[in-house]
């Protein structure tokens, strides 16, 4: 068995699974974190993206053990209670989620484009979200939403809002 | 995924150490995006997995006397991202960002993408065009050797159980030889090449000075084009030139039809990407001048 | 930097102070905070504009917070997996199955084969396909027995352990040459065509001999599967009361409800579906796949059963879309105009019928275009082979004929020297133009339609 303790959404936890159980099935198995989904199982689909360290990775493709010790932040994480990560909030006011399935696995994948580019250009969303399939075929709303939610973002960080937000479970 | 045991090597010594002890038994676990995917698939099924992703000593990507090192364990996202190699090998950020998705290229690595040593390897071609050497370490010592002859055959390379492949050194004479990556895939993301090409050569008053071309997916490996290289040697400079060493790269590509591509088209790309490649080798190379100039 | 700005040191976990037993036992979950986020439920009978408006879904807020549960989000106390074994063989008899060694591992609670189910077909038209095939294996994506274990992973490892030993017999690939009598029969001894339709409007014969040009060309398509990211799954709890409970991810669940009912042999009375949100559909889960097997696991084992297929089994054994082959023959006039067209259509039906005999009337009806032709005959045959079975996806056979009718309109036009645009336009619908099928049509605005597409990418005309 591999025992492993990391940090996720901001909480940090432990486990003892096989050796072979992926991050993916940690996540969703031993920590009820059903958000990622398995899609293809072989890192093409984009359905199981988790942003470990600040950077999005396929959780299927992961063994639990190389994310001991690590920050993994699930969609579970994104929002509170309270208040809504401005991604969602803008995923859901375009319409840009259809069937879902795909869903948190863009928005993850936005998330890690928007930490690192708060104005990205449409290439640029294409590129962070090529990993992610939706056959459902919503793409174009979606990148609207990713640059709604740039929009959001800047706006927030313009009018300084310092105090921590809770629901902006960075890492 | 069948049961298997599973290490974590605190550094490069342990690792090698774990890999002597376990030999044709163990897998090493770099990134993960071949393995896994293989070892769900049960192409391999090894009694222990040493897990080497921890290494960040193999993760460096520096500049030392005899040239460029990029660890084994770089990924492709931190070749994407690294400063040093956006200046003095940008054809390897083209490279690197073909392959696959953010979220593929965040957890792969270069090293990985060369073991894994599959015809249509992305890293390949731009490496081999600038000739580089990779640093192998096992319990008998480091070894180092030109990159070409770590490739054998899809899917196997020359290391033998016990190897750990370490580092990818890029010699400082050709650091400042201008190169490029072209790649035609079915898609623009997430697309395995139907051909890649990388192709470097210096400009010595106006000609081709030590061209070195290289062509992945037309082949069992990634291979040069030496026909295609001894007709550019000393030439002029020109459009015609470059459209027709394409040509005669075209007829050194051995390719294959799959259900990707025909062997014809694949031939036709190979002409296409290498004169594509050798005018955005050129251009990269005007563009340096004109910086150095202001 | 921004309070989003990512974690850029890797590899290291501050923790300040050693969590207690307790704390690292709770679930990895955020903790309870008051209630709620703002409510996304319309004020009831209020009516809202609905056209022009942009429009925001039920359903996206539990989907952007990744709190929807599909099938594999679900699980319930004493849960198993199943796997199914597949034949891997496109047509063969089964000579012996030995499920034996699969039995006594330690982990596998149950194994299935075809011959335990009570009534082994089933099929939304003809119901002509096994839930496991005991007999003989129709395609290779065929299941030849399920497992229900304690862990997916023992499932798997039991499926190596069942030995098939198999007849190989000849296998019909072509659907073209599956329609001659001398093929081997897919579903012996009935013929390889299963259904048919033909459409007949004036007299082609005629029209083709009046027109100034043929146009004679064969169009194909291959086979297309849905992949919707959700793969198929489901979960069958049949409990002590004999009652059966299936959460399932099926568009149609009372026709699903008929299916499972009948190869059960249990009253519909007796079986509760619940049809969850699906992760995507496109008419790739519109009939029942390894329901029943799953069922009966359940009724083996006593335990709720969970089945999801692999990104493979998606591919070899859920429907596809037709792949078909279009004979176009069409008579123009010098200007233009289509005078007759003389279709024919083979649809690849794969192993099963599914959905084929909905596809094929959809297909022959479209085939000769959203044109005015006097004269029409479309025919349309839909054939088995062992393939993957081919049923419903979006345009039931509609994006299939118009690849082939709007390629060979270009082809037209480019050899008559008339502009693509102005060959549709002098041939397409009218407010009130009959179909090919007599039917008067109204709100017909393709030509409205070509002309402002037209006008909003600047088409310039091309001869």
Redo the contacts between chains.
Sequence with gaps: MTDVTMTINGQTRSASVPPETTLLQLLRENFNLTGAKLGCDVGDCGACTVIVDGQAVNSCLMLAGQADGRQVLTIEGLASREHLHPIQKAFENSGALQCGFCGPGVLLSAKALLDDNLDPSTQEIRDALSGNLCRCTGYTKMIEAVQEAARLLREESRTQLTHARPEVATP | MKAFGYVSAKDVAHAVALLGEHGAKAKILAGGTDLLVELKHAVHNPEIIVDISRLSELKTIAVADDGLHIGALATHGDIMNSSIIRDMFPAMVDAAHSIGAAQTRNLGTLGGNLVTCVPSMDSGPALIALEALVTVASSAGRRQMPLGELFVSPRKTSLKPGDLLVDIVIAKQNLSKPAAFEKFGLRKGQALALVNVGAAFFIDKGNFLCPRIALGAVAPTVIRAPKAEAYLEGRKISAEAMAEAGRIAATEAKPISDFRASADYRRDLVAVLVKRALASAQARAAAKQKELAA | M????????????D?AEP?SDV??R?????P??????ET?TPDARQQTRAVGQ????P????????????I??LSFPGMLYARIKRAGIASARIKRIDTSAAEAMPGVMAVLTGKEIPVNSFGPSFQDQPVLVDDLVFHAGDGVAAVAAVTE?IAN?ALEKIVVEYEPLPAVLDPVAAMREDSPKVHAPNSNIYATKTIRKGDVEKGLAESDHIFEDRFSTQMIE??????HAAIADWDANGRLTIWATIGRITLARADIARTLKLPMSRIRIIGT??????GGKNEISQEPALALLSKKTGRPVKG?F??GEEFTSTTTRHPIIMDYKTGVTNKGRILARQIRLVLDGGAYCSWSETTLGKACILAPGPYKIDNVLSEAFVVYTNKTMTGAMRGFGAPQVCFAYESQMDDIAKKLGIDPLEIRLLNAFDEGSPSPTGQVLHSVVIKESLRKAADRFDWEPRS
């Design positions: 921004n309070e989003h700005s990512r974690v850029l040191e890797r590899d290291k976990l923790i969590l704390e690292l709770l679930p990895a979950v955020l309870r905070e008051s209630y709620p986020i996304l942009r429009v925001t879904r359903d996206g807020r539990l989907h952007g917070l990744g709190q929807t549960k599909y594999d989000d992973q490892e849905h992949v919707s990211l959700e793969p949100i699906v992760g995507g559909n496109f999801v692999t990104r």
